[in-house]
């Protein structure tokens, strides 16, 4: 089945969106990384205009912002937050990115769907289990060839159809909301030229999580170590109580980090060490050992127990010198969130309440655009748009679930119309 005229007004946006190619390159120097994110943002910014949003602009660097109106009276509407909501317009660099050529199969009956384009892999439920949960669905896919690029267009799709559905229906209550489209979030720099003060918003949800019913606003507490071995190096034929090799003293440091507190074998909530890299040479040896955790005590405890590693290390290996050098590289977006507005996150889970659903809180075993905003002082966690397999070929959304993101994000907004004046911190 292909598009249709009956099809509902975000799941035809969508259709639209993922037909340009936005991909970003992370090898480009530029900003935005590559032109071709400018074609979507600016079909965007037009877009707004031509619904009514007098203000809505694309910047130099490819971003969008636009004022969706309060219909609340003037003076509740200054006394409420200002909301913004983001989504970004680039796709990730793993998959080709274009020219995708959206499929929609109608009615899911949880059987495997072999893709025109890659007869080899199907969109199947022993590979994605999530699609068991989408039986009935009309699944949304590329044809195999490409990505689908639902990261994030499906955000971009149900923004833009929120703002000509809420235009429609003044009488819903609506704080003053701020739209704002990012480039570049696939290669970490979503947020370097976002213009906060230009933004001007006090709250604010990405549009960009997984599945359906889920928020984001916890992520890992991070820092890197450096662990520098300086040996002593003579000809390996007359070493004996001379030589210090660098090489096998950091190795030995290394074998030592507990192998069950890996990335490789960890998950949900439980942290790790990772050695990132390694270099040596009996002179000098060089590792980078990445610390995660979830809790900010978690964290501290991992340096420490690094530190004793390095100790042990030091007096095991007197002739050697071993310098251990640690920095903090992002906090867990929920302490921000808590010194900032932490009814983000509150009225997250009340309006979904609302709606009769339970929203679930997914852990991110990672950064994201929202973390650094959060950290930047605009409390941001992320919302599902509906989207599953990010990143793949076989990325897919459905239109069912297009639609509830719509239905979750209009509640949200009239959540904070209602609600956001009272215990505004
Ligand atoms: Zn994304």
């Not at 530190?307 to 007096?315: C, G």
Request: hydrophobic letters at 35%; a negative charge.
């Amino acid at each position: 089945m292909s598009d249709s005229p009956d099809l509902p007004s975000v799941v035809e946006r969508f259709l639209r969106y993922v037909r340009i190619d936005t991909q970003s390159d992370r090898d480009s120097k530029t900003h935005p990384s590559t032109e071709r994110q400018k074609d979507l943002s600016r079909l965007l910014a037009e877009e707004l205009r031509g619904l009514g949003l007098g203000d809505a602009e694309m910047d130099g660097y490819g971003y969008v912002y636009a004022t969706l109106p309060a219909t609340l009276p003037e003076e509740e509407a200054a006394a409420t937050p200002v909301l913004a909501l983001l989504a970004h317009v680039d796709t990730a660099q793993d998959e080709p990115g274009g020219p995708v050529k959206p499929l929609i199969h109608a009615s899911y009956d949880g059987s495997s769907i072999t893709l025109p384009g890659a007869p080899s892999v199907a969109l199947d439920p022993a590979r994605s289990p999530a699609l068991l949960d989408h039986l009935g669905h009309d699944l949304i896919s590329s044809d195999g060839t490409t990505l689908l690029g639902s990261d994030d267009k499906a955000g971009c799709a149900v923004i833009m159809q929120l703002v000509e559905d809420l235009l429609a229906e003044p009488s819903i209550p609506r704080p003053p909301v701020r739209i704002c489209f990012t480039v570049d979030e696939e290669i970490g720099c979503g947020v370097d030229k976002l213009d906060l003060e230009r933004l001007g918003a006090d709250v604010a949800y990405t549009v960009d999580g997984s599945g359906t019913g889920t928020l984001s606003y916890e992520t890992f507490n991070a820092a890197q170590a450096v662990v520098e071995v300086a040996g002593v190096n003579v000809h390996p034929g007359y070493a004996k109580d001379v030589m210090a090799n660098a090489t096998t003293i950091l190795a030995g440091i290394l074998s030592q980090l507990p192998a069950d507190e890996s990335p490789e074998t960890t998950e949900d909530r439980e942290g790790y060490f990772c050695a990132l890299e390694v270099s040596g040479s009996i002179p000098l040896a060089r590792s980078k050992v990445l610390l995660r955790d979830f809790t900010a005590e978690g964290l501290e405890g991992r340096k420490r127990r690094l530190a004793e590693l390095v100790a042990d290390a030091r007096q095991a290996n007197p002739r050697a010198t071993i310098e251990l050098e640690v920095a903090d590289q992002y906090k867990n977006m929920k302490s921000y969130i808590e010194a900032t507005d932490p009814r983000v996150v509150s009225f997250a889970f009340a309006a979904a309440e609302e709606l009769g659903i339970q929203l679930e809180a997914e852990l991110v075993r990672g950064g994201t655009d929202g973390s650094k905003l959060s950290e930047m002082g605009l409390p941001t966690p992320n919302v599902f748009n509906g989207g599953h397999d990010y990143h793949s070929r076989f990325e897919w959304n459905t239109v069912q679930n297009l639609e509830a993101s719509l239905v979750y994000l209009k509640q949200l907004v009239r959540y904070w119309a209602e609600h956001g004046r009272q215990g505004r911190p």
